[in-house]
């Protein structure tokens, strides 16, 4: 079995949904039911930014792959006050798009199955018609926008809210639509439960038509869909039951796939990665597309902040990515199966161990060192949005532990501390979105460097807060090495009747020296 | 005994600083009662 597997595309996509956020972003949605915030939700639709300033915004452009890695490295500091300039600010990057919140409440009608989702029906008629516009928006998820019972009028919606438990949904300050409860009882069926998971299948949708679209795979041959989100699809029997990945590939049209969840808190994406690469190069499947979706719930989690300190209120995306992942052929950036970080349970939650389970265990067990990765990527969140709410430069905290611990291995001297840090470390991105940021947003950008030969390795970490769901007071993380690739050594074969020539031809000199 | 010998601590840990537990390791033996110990995640 081969230890090394190729990423051959990814994908990455943001939607813009500050006017879903503010009414059922977690924060806002806790407030507005405590009855006790109002003067916060008055004042949070003044921070909140247009779509406009959400496509100038340098890191939404790094997510997307508007801009290079290196040119948002070399940005100063402040993005929110300096935007990009217009040529650098399009709806379409590299690897994805940051769409639109009318179209995005479109998107998520037509990855409705239930008549969960009713449009006001010249909304639905207008969103369909932009929707047709993105290059990997099929005909038939157009048309799925315009099914009939999927649109109605707003004297329907307005129903459909007061008596049986929906929830509206709103653009540019109007009605637009709601999404339906899904059963009179059941808590796992509620609007606002349907609502966050029909999201995150719909931002997943996006991103795993991007990534056909960035591999130039038909979608009829995608063999297998891992989804690593944090949502929890069910109903009062198996309140997580699942399952988005196949619900995912139903939409984007890949009749031939399968698939299945993977989840663990933030730390899902980087734990699906290596549950796609190990069933690729076991020859298990063909190819695996991981993929997630969002979380309308993160949307503005920090927002009480960032508005008490008059900044602009950033968490108004929800974010998407996807990885194909297919067996090494030599030609493409390869994710290493040998060299993999494991936070076990022995280990315990101090930084030190955790940071040793990560980076320099793998690393000492496959003969490098800490120097030997060009570019450590452990949890990307936008420092532009943590900081204001008190929680800090992630990736700059955990760069920091990965410095102390290779200069506690002795693999650097304490003084090149911070010049390690400058030239090891990431810069975060990304959205919070839980396991959006977990170490996968620098997938495609490692890939790009080392395409470009500027990097040679890189090492994606993803940490996950198990100890939210109560069920531990544990973390958990995991990690794993990109690398450049190296030309696939390939063992001669014999036919069957290579074989038996030279098998004759043997008898027949022995019969000859016999004669 | 150190200086917290008697207190009682409300321990609010961070995962991608310390945790709680972590603290709670640290301070086991300083005399003080830890009352109250949590991990959160900002992000």
């Known amino acids: 079995m081969s230890t090394k597997v190729g990423i051959k595309s990814y994908s990455y996509c943001l939607n813009h949904a500050p006017e879903t956020g503010s009414h059922y972003g977690g924060t806002p949605y806790e407030a507005y039911h405590s009855g006790k915030e109002q003067e916060y939700l008055d004042a949070l639709p003044k921070h909140i930014q247009s779509y406009d300033h959400a496509l100038h915004y340098a890191p939404n452009q790094t997510y997307i792959g508007g801009i290079s890695y290196e040119e948002f490295e070399a940005l100063p500091s402040g993005w929110v006050n300096n935007p990009l300039p217009d040529e650098k600010s399009k709806r379409y990057g590299k690897f994805g798009e940051l769409m639109p919140e009318d179209e995005f409440l479109g998107l998520i009608s037509a990855c409705d199955e239930f008549e969960l989702v009713w449009l006001e029906k010249n909304f639905a008629e207008n969103v369909s018609k932009k929707l047709a516009e993105d290059p990997v928006i099929t005909e038939a998820i157009v048309k799925r926008v315009l099914r009939p019972k999927n649109m109605h009028e707003l004297s329907e919606i307005e129903t459909e809210v007061k008596e049986r438990a929906g929830l509206y949904l709103y653009n540019e300050g109007k009605i637009v639509g709601c999404i339906r409860s899904g059963h009179p009882t059941d808590d796992c069926l509620t609007a606002h439960v349907l609502m966050e998971n029909l999201a995150g299948k719909a931002s997943g949708v996006l991103a795993l038509l991007h990534l056909m679209k960035n591999s130039g795979m038909n979608p009829n041959d995608l063999d297998f869909v891992i989804e690593c989100s944090e949502e929890g699809a069910g109903d009062v029997g198996q309140r997580a039951g699942g399952n988005f990945a196949k619900a995912i590939a139903e939409v984007a049209g890949c009749v031939n796939a399968s698939g299945c969840d993977v989840r663990g808190f933030c730390a899902g994406p980087v734990n699906a990665m290596i549950n796609a690469a190990a069933q690729v190069a076991s020859g298990a499947r063909k190819n695996v597309a991981v993929v997630a979706g969002g979380s309308i719930p993160k949307l503005y989690m920090n927002s009480r902040d960032h508005v008490k300190k008059n900044l602009l209120a950033l968490e108004d995306c929800v974010g998407s990515f996807a990885v194909l992942i297919v067996p090494d052929d030599g030609t493409m950036p390869v994710m290493r199966l040998d060299v993999l970080g494991k936070h076990t349970v022995g280990a315990g939650g101090a930084p030190q161990a955790v940071t040793s389970a990560l980076t320099f265990e793998p690393l000492q067990s496959a003969g490098l060192t800490f120097t030997d990765v060009d570019r450590y990527a452990p949890e990307l969140q936008n420092h532009e949005i943590t900081e204001p709410a008190g929680a800090g430069n992630v990736p700059l905290a955990n760069i920091k532990m990965i410095a102390a611990l290779a200069v506690m291995k002795k693999a650097i001297e304490k003084p090149a501390m911070m010049d390690f840090i400058k030239k090891h470390g990431t810069i975060g991105f990304a959205h919070t979105q839980g396991h959006i940021p977990a170490g996968v947003p620098f997938i495609g950008h490692a890939c790009e460097m080392i395409n470009e030969g500027k990097i040679k390795r890189a090492m994606i970490i993803g940490k996950g807060s198990l100890f939210l769901a109560r069920l531990t007071n544990l973390a958990d993380g995991a990690s794993f090495l990109i690398e450049a690739p190296e030309p696939v050594k390939t063992e001669s074969t014999l036919s069957k009747e290579e074989i038996k020539a030279m098998l004759l031809e043997t008898l027949s000199e022995v019969a000859g020296r016999l004669s | ?43």
């Open chain 2, 1 to 43: 005994m150190g200086k917290l010998a008697g207190k009682k601590l409300l321990l609010l840990g961070e995962r991608d600083g310390v945790p709680g537990p972590a603290m709670e390791a640290c301070l086991k033996d300083s005399g003080a009662e830890i009352i109250f110990s949590a991990t959160e995640c900002f992000v």
